[in-house]
């Protein structure tokens, strides 16, 4: 009897183990290591920091990838002349300059853009008073263009004296450091004066309020004050030099905070000087208005003339975001299924997981609706190649990307834009400065930290935002100064411009995160599956020895 219910049973514990099997998702069955091939990229070194960590990061999973940050303009040359597999450009091909008419093309080749990241554009300077280095500077947006246009050429300037409440500086001459190469931070730049300051911009670059690469040292002038220097590094190595006191440079935030330099806090229209933390930058871009016409080959790209307004008192005016070009056609010259995986498995770990780490760096994880994105266009290398391994479930759910910007449960809400801290009052015309360190926070949400220092590190003691002990504040009467801490969970006062909440009008793909943060079977049907596969085993044995038995006694 027994031999027999177990041979019957045998079937059954098959197709049990098969259903679990099923159950436990696509973690259970093991592709086949995907081949890789060495990948070459080349383009913006504003972004170079963050990509460079990745890099690193793939390189223990044997997936190697070589980045050389020639600038923007050069990393577009390098791609449309097949020099490379991929480039990272702050602003597409744009056929010519618009200011210099340099050719701006990809020549022909195919091309996919997409967001890999944020961050703000930095204003990092080296000044000294009485022998000790200057670290509370505060500009307002015309103050800056006016220095970057030579309206402005010395340091006891009365716009400078009023930006910093009435705190004359010494009379020193102004040395504004600009990019000698095409650079993207100079697009940055131009890019918003020519939104804001048309006419001081207009003056300074030959008649054209336009954007471009190439900054017009000196105005066109044969001789002045600027000084041009080639790449990121070497700006913020001329800044650092002996005899650069005086200098004030433009350069992504992530170089003078690895540097421990200080930069300039800008006033922004809610009428508070900010610092560009990934706090401050992702309240910003909360405004950014994104291309979403998937046939137009700019699709995702960014018009920011609404993050420069953007009325949050958290907001940094010059945050922006950075992409990647792909190629998308399936006859390619330079691909093969071998460096498309690689770049599909670069970019996947780049715009996913990747992006958890860049924000205490001095860049600003992307948002969920960009994610997703980012994620169709990294498919498109699947659909030039179907050898290439990319399951595209991941664009509907991104729930283990672990990006700050976004929780489980509320695919509409940016969360690090919510719970960014509000400026302090002596970040307000007419106060402060504040101390050195103020508004400097940049840990990710529940991290701690102490110093206060502007390298992204809190006052003494500060906690992070979210972190135990240290929920978003609430500011019910609109004066930038958190009333008291709010209950854990509760969210930001808004103050009725925006703040505490995220624009929902630029989604580009649908979010759709899980409720949970698990991953695997629905916790129920899995015990259900589980008590009957055992109750399969266990109960026939024990019926069988009962019946058996009773015989026995027989």
């Known amino acids: 009897m ?65 980045y050389t940050a020639n600038g923007a303009a050069q990393g577009r040359k390098d791609y449309a002349n097949k020099s490379t597999d991929f480039g990272v450009t702050d602003s597409p091909y744009r056929g010519k300059d618009p200011s210099t008419g340099a050719v701006d093309s990809s020549l022909g080749r195919s091309f996919a853009y997409l967001p890999v990241v944020a961050g703000g554009t930095a204003f990092p300077y080296n000044l000294q008073v009485g022998g000790k280095q200057v670290r509370t500077l505060r500009l ?10 030579i309206k402005i050429t010395n340091w006891n300037d009365p716009a400078i004296t009023s930006d910093n409440n009435g705190k004359a500086l010494p009379s020193i ?44 040292l000196n105005c066109g002038a044969a001789r002045g004050q600027q000084r041009a220097q080639t790449g990121s590094d ?31 806090k800008l006033l922004n229209k809610a009428g508070y000087y900010t610092l560009p933390t990934q706090y401050n930058v992702a309240v910003a871009l909360t405004q950014a208005e994104i291309n979403d016409d998937p046939k137009d080959p700019n699709y995702l790209t960014q018009k920011l003339d609404r993050v420069y307004v953007n009325p949050d008192k958290r907001t940094y005016p010059l ?9 998308t056609a399936s006859n390619d010259s330079r691909m093969t299924t071998a460096k498309r ?96 360190g103020v508004g400097s926070f940049n840990l990710n949400p529940g991290d701690k930290g102490t110093g206060a220092k502007p390298s992204g590190q809190p006052s003494a003691g500060a906690p992070a935002p979210g972190a135990a002990g240290a929920p978003p504040s609430v500011d019910t009467d609109g004066d930038g100064v958190p009333d008291a801490a709010a209950p ?50 266990v109960i026939p044995p024990v019926v069988a020895q009962v019946v058996g038995r009773s015989k026995g006694r027989r």
């Not at 049973?9 to 592709?31: D, E, I, K, Q």
């Not at 697009?187 to 008649?207: E, H, I, K, P, V």
């Not at 930001?492 to 925006?498: L, M, N, Q, S, T």
């Not at 759709?512 to 899995?526: E, I, Q, R, Y």
Request: charge should be neutral.
């Open 2 to 66: 027994i031999p027999l219910l177990r041979r019957g049973v045998r079937p059954f514990v098959v197709v049990l183990a098969g259903y679990l099997a099923l159950l436990s998702g696509p973690g259970a069955a093991t592709a086949a290591a995907p081949t890789y091939a060495l990948i070459q990229g080349s383009g913006s070194s504003w972004a170079a920091n963050a990509v460079n960590q990745w890099v690193a990061e793939v390189d223990a999973k044997d997936l190697k990838v070589v």
């Open 140 to 149: 307002s947006g015309e103050t800056l263009a006016k220095i970057f246009t």
């Open 173 to 216: 001459p102004i040395i504004p450091v600009v990019r000698a190469d095409g650079a993207g931070v100079t697009n940055q730049f131009s890019t918003w004066m020519t939104s804001q300051y048309a006419t001081l911009w207009r003056d300074c670059n030959g008649g054209k309020a336009v954007p471009t690469d190439y900054f017009p």
């Open 234 to 264: 070497g700006v913020m190595n001329f800044l650092k030099s002996k005899g650069s006191v005086g200098a004030i440079a433009m350069e992504e935030y992530s170089y003078p905070l690895a540097a421990d330099y200080p930069v300039a």
């Open 319 to 327: 945050s922006s975001y950075v992409y990647a070009i792909i190629p």
């Open 341 to 436: 995986q690689a770049l599909v498995d670069f970019l996947k770990h780049s715009i996913c997981v990747g992006q958890s780490a860049i924000g205490p760096i001095g860049y600003s994880p992307l948002p969920v609706n960009l994610v997703q994105a980012s994620f169709t266009q990294v498919n498109k290398l699947k659909l030039a190649d179907p050898n290439v391994q990319f399951d595209a479930s991941i664009i509907k759910n991104v729930k283990d990307c672990h990006n700050p910007t976004f929780v489980p449960g509320k695919p509409s809400e940016n969360y690090l834009a919510k719970i960014a801290p509000m400026p302090a009052a002596c970040d307000r015309p007419g106060q402060g400065p504040c101390a050195e």
């Open 488 to 537: 854990a969970g509760a969210p930001v006062a808004d103050d009725g411009a925006g703040a505490g909440t995220t624009s929902t009008d630029v989604s580009v793909v649908a979010a759709t995160l899980d409720p949970d943060s698990g991953s695997g079977p629905p916790t129920v049907l899995a015990a259900l599956v589980i008590g009957l596969f055992g109750g399969v085993l």
